[in-house]
């Protein structure tokens, strides 16, 4: 794994603070830049896991055709077109005419295959050539195979079964409600406020009854003790389990004398059917292809849109599209080249080759390490950036959990950060510079640049911390980690990064937190965000030492 | 009681007395306001616009979920979740803590995905129905309402018991089910649409141990044939010679999966006690001889507990062993011939010679070391492994784990006696892993054979044997004279009617899959306008608002203001304490002490 | 083994590009297209591929045993797959990046999905209308039902092939001329 940087969204929790990186809960709280979402209004990032998600629209990834969402409950959430998945493969089928008859094996030149094609058609699929007639489904018309296929749907035996069933009951709950309604026994139903018989027979009949033991026993209470509850009519099913062909003996049978794994169909392929169905791969039926839905996104908070596609199906587009990656300064971390290391001569014990083989990866304990993070600055205006790492302990493991405390402590991290310390600038983003050549980049603020370069000259083995470089809206600063001797796991630590920009509306409530470096404060405002660093994980000392020991 | 094989979760039955009768009620204020509606909730329920009538059916379990609208007779998608909780949480309460983040973090972009991926649907306008398992922990059931509330912002959660929903969809309201399910396998009488909680029976014997016992005798049984090792090679060796032990890496849980679910099946119930009575002397030299008959019993239990002792050693043994490429060892390493595998030699021999399925070959990703570009190894999967594997669930006779069968039977012998015959002619097997094929006839005979042994034929005592055995104790014997009414609704094999009563139920039930039954159930409640204790969000909110003032800030309180919301849910464990029983401290407490003896 | 002389016979309606890598004893059938790239190594034993058969770039057909290696009519080797089955049948696919062994033979109308190794280590026929696909070369049996379609395609495919492929590539004409053995 690369070193990364991701960044922290809190989902509306009270504490802003990010979770301690070595906890493998903390890694749900943090996204990659370009997941994430930024609203205006609250000033906040927000990510997918705490928008909240409207459908905008429903289409087929298939044949792109957005569906009208009335229709979309009675067609289950899939294309009523002509769209099916091959149950074998889960591959797109195609509908195909029937062979013309036979002429001796298809191998006479002039058998030209008339372009339109002979019914039956049937689907086809060109990956494992599952055909819909190996299951008996054809079509007299290759247009609308969904629709010729509801009726089968329709009747599928589920759905019979459970509109019995529904019969059934409805009677039944009927009469308890009303008994229910009749006299209100003097347990925990009591207290319904409901008129509505049916939510009565809901508790009634089927609330669970949470002292409920007492309630079995012979006391006379109302109608539906003596009633219905065993005299209800017994349920005759339509299809019984124990006359049908599946999940019985021949199952048992099929599966002792299989010679392939695959003469059974996956779990996958049956889990969805309510209804026993067989267990032969052979029996499987096409599948509708289900429709995606473009999704609209609101902030949680102030029901803003932050992201808003376009209509159309074949659009990429979005209407509104607040990302945070348009607000937010975009960081890449690296850790440099093995070259660069050996040149520093920190580690002459190493031999380079080793360094070499572990590559940027390894981390070795003991070892300090430079690494560098760039950062890209999306914005207009310059902007000041400051860099912090967050203080290890959390205040609240501390005061809250007393006895997690001693376990936090224990699990300081085996390494120190030193990031630079004071606040650096970023050069205003301009689309000028998409265009540019590199070297033309160079030197946007020469004099600054040429000081970094003399210094660099100068005390180049300890001049890693600080501002190395800046070009265009990027600039990339230094930092380095020492890590502990008989550290292990992975240099992952929160960083705080804060920048200051200046303000188009300076609004009164904003809270400017950041310190006005060059320009008068109130135009000034100060965005704050976590970010987790992850630089790799280290190579423990033991393998180190066998490294060079021979 | 000593004989009587408590489930870890007797503690759970101590709270009420096991006559129902004598359980007197409570203070149920917890549940009123649960059961509360608001006068809000009604209006919009009438008036509610086109399509927002049907609620969404959740069916959470810990490995499979099940979504869908309700009235509809299927699902419309089943996912896989990955085991998100077990039967065990981290003893420290950092580390527990920790462990609850994740599976929030993990429940959470789960449900965002159910209503935003697969039913595409907005939260907002769509109520839910929550199929409820009764032993589902608390936790995850406060974490599921907190992000459907809070996340999500879902009008209203109803929980329903998913046994009750079961019967449902069978057409029926009183009867015993037994759900077998990943984690556990648990039994629990409904009368009359009231679940009997007090007499709810749980074993662990299930999928899961189902899915370690596989990949024991995978390990031990198995055969592995790696891929070859190049391809330009004029000739290879043949299979025979290249065939080598099963790698543990090979036996990644996707492959057990499809093990489990394409491969085993359950076969009839061999007469072990006599068949190896009559084998053991005649048997391998190697068999102990002087070895008890009625130890039988014991050495097949001991099966999956040696192999799962194996399991680990394997881990350790594996590196050294990893680099056998083209080696033909025996299946079983001699070292290791300890006692409980000469038994277990023993028993594959019977269980080969009785057992006529094929033997299987399954492609499976050869281990890190032999991926040399040349396609997939071969898992050689032994025939009597596929049909004997489930033996494993209906292997009983042990204290803490009982079978399925006495599992169901205890749960009879618990329920009170006027009962027992209504309820024994309609038992409803419920659970993924009841689609076994083979698995509910099998059933039945266990459940005949467990009533039919009496202590003096009994294959399977409960006790070890070096210990004294107890005084002949009938445990089943009054469930005796029920046999002729036993009867497994959904049964597709049933046996023949023996007549006259009972046990014409069998195979009645309509033909749904066991493992989606409960989710039926809840479509059908959903449709009918019914189902469970439904929890408005106001409630929660207001709930929530109260816990709000003693809410300082951060991280680790997050955890604990969770512990502290939930009295609007509802909670069969919590509110029949009986009379007189310490004013529970609320939060904690309650909540924990029963759930966390789960698996202690 | 002895390298056998390279000694082409390509049939006069053949379309065989110049830029391919021919070895051994080959003849090549009517209406058979080499595209530019491919390559067909007869090491052991000949190879002899007959007619409408289309051979795609950096397809490898390979001939280890002594015995004739025959390819039938109507084949479609795609790109850069390799066989060195001793015998092919008629109307076969060996699709993109597919790998059949010297071990496999492959009778008519089956399918070998792309990217999917067939290399058992015991001798096999591979039955009329087998498919094999997917990363895990699962097999089944077509039902042949669309073969009349497919069969038509492949022969309108060769035709546009043979019509378009001579206008920019040089072709290899005649018969054995030797190739630097």
Known sequence: ?550 | MSAIPATPRTKTSHLSPTTPVATPSTSRVAHAHAVQASPHYQTTRRHSLYGTEDRIVIDPGSRIWKVGFSGEGRPRDVFLVGPLWGLRRATDMAERDEEDRVLEARLQAHIRAVFHDSLLTEPKSRKVILVEHPLLPVYVKEMLAKILFGNLQVPSISFASSHLLALLSVGRITGLVLDCGHLESTALPIFSSRPLFPQLRTTPLAGSRLTAHLRALLLLFGTYLPPPTSLSAPTNLPAASRSTRVPQEVLTDAVLEQVKTRCTFVGDPLDTSSDMRVMSPSGDDSMELDMPPSDVAQSESDFSHISVDLDSHMESSQPASSGFSVVSRSQVPPERTTRGETQLQALANMYTRHSTATDLHLKVVPPVAQQTGTGKGTLIIPGWVRERGAEVLFEGGDVDEASVAETILDSLLKVPVDLRKTLASSILVIGGTSMLPGFIPRLHSELMRAIASSPSSSARPPMRPDRPRPPAYDRYAVLRPLVPHFAILNNPSPPLPTGARGNNHAGKAPAFTPATMAWVGGSLAGSLKTGGVEVPREKWDEADAQQDPDENTPIAIDVSSRRAIPNVIPDWTRTPLPVGAPPANPPHLPETAPRAAVGA | MAPLRDKFTIHSKAVVCQDVELKGDITIGSGTIVHPKATIFAIAGPIVIGTGCIIEESAIIVNRRKEVMRIGDDNLFEIGCRVESPTVGNFNTISTRARVHHTVRISSYCVIGAGCLVVPTEDEVLDEYTVIYGPAADRRTWSGRGKVQEADLRRKHAEYLRETLPKFNRLRRGEAHGHGA
């Open chain 1, 1 to 550: 794994m690369s070193p990364s940087v991701d960044y922290h969204c809190h989902c509306l929790a009270s504490n802003s603070a990010p979770p301690p990186p070595h906890l493998p809960s903390s890694s749900y709280s943090f996204h990659p830049l370009h997941e994430l979402f930024f609203c205006e209004e609250c000033d906040a990032v927000r990510c997918n896991r705490c928008v909240s998600v409207e459908v905008s629209g429903y289409y087929c990834p298939n044949c792109l055709f957005e569906v009208p969402s009335a229709s979309v409950r009675a067609e289950k959430n899939r294309c009523a077109r002509n769209c099916f998945m091959c149950p074998n493969c889960r591959n797109t089928l195609s509908v195909v005419p029937s062979d013309p008859p036979d002429m001796d094996d298809g191998r006479s030149p002039s058998a030209a295959v008339s372009a339109v094609g002979e019914p039956p058609f049937f689907l086809y699929c060109n990956h494992c050539r599952w055909d819909s007639a190996e299951v008996d489904i054809t079509f007299e018309k290759p247009t609308g195979l969904a629709a010729q296929l509801q009726k089968y749907e329709d009747s599928a035996p589920d759905s019979l079964e459970f509109e019995r069933l529904k019969e059934h009951f409805e009677p039944f709950l009927r009469a308890s409600s009303s008994s229910a309604l009749a006299g209100p026994p003097p347990t925990a139903h009591s207290h319904h406020p409901h008129v509505n018989p049916i939510t009565a027979a809901a508790s009634s009949a089927l609330a669970r009854d949470i002292p409920g033991v007492g309630k079995y026993t012979p006391h006379p209470r109302g109608r539906r003790d003596k009633g219905p509850r065993d005299d209800m009519v017994e349920y005759r099913s339509r299809v019984e389990v124990g006359g049908s062909s599946t999940m019985g003996e021949a199952d048992v049978e099929f599966m002792r004398h299989i010679e392939e794994v695959s003469e059974v169909a996956a779990l996958e392929q049956r889990w969805a059917n309510s209804w026993a169905t067989s267990l032969h791969t052979s029996d499987l039926k096409p599948l509708r292809i289900p429709l995606h839905s473009k999704k609209s996104k609101r902030c949680p908070t102030c029901r803003h849109i932050l992201i808003k596609p376009e209509q159309k199906a074949q659009s990429v587009r979005y209407k509104i599209k607040l990302v945070a990656a348009n607000y937010l300064p975009s960081i890449k971390v690296a850790l440099p080249q093995p070259m660069d290391l050996v040149r520093r001569g920190a580690q002459a014990a190493r031999p380079p080759g080793g360094e070499g083989n572990s590559g940027a990866n390894g981390l070795h304990a003991g070892d300090t390490y430079p690494f560098t993070l760039s950062l890209t600055n999306p914005l207009y205006d310059p902007i000041q950036v400051r860099l912090s790492v967050q203080r290890q302990i959390p205040p609240a493991s501390t005061t809250v959990a007393s006895d997690a405390a001693p376990v936090e402590k224990s699990r300081r991290p085996p390494f120190a950060v030193s990031l630079p310390s004071s606040a650096f600038p970023i050069a205003a983003f301009a689309e000028a510079w998409e265009y540019e050549d590199d070297e033309d980049m160079f030197g946007v603020d020469d004099d600054e640049f040429g000081f970094e370069a003399r210094e660099k000259e100068g005390k180049a083995k300890n001049k890693t911390v600080g501002v190395l470089e800046k070009r265009a809206n990027v600039t990339v600063v230094g930092g380095e980690v020492v890590i502990g001797k008989d550290a292990k796991g992975e240099v992952k630590f929160n960083m705080l990064v804060s920048y200051t920009y200046r303000s188009d509306d300076p609004l009164p409530e904003d809270d400017v937190r950041g310190t006005p470096s060059r320009t008068k404060a109130p135009e000034m405002k100060t965005f704050s965000f976590y970010t987790v660093v992850n630089l790799g994980s280290i190579v423990p000392r033991q393998e180190t030492k066998m490294d060079t020991d021979p």
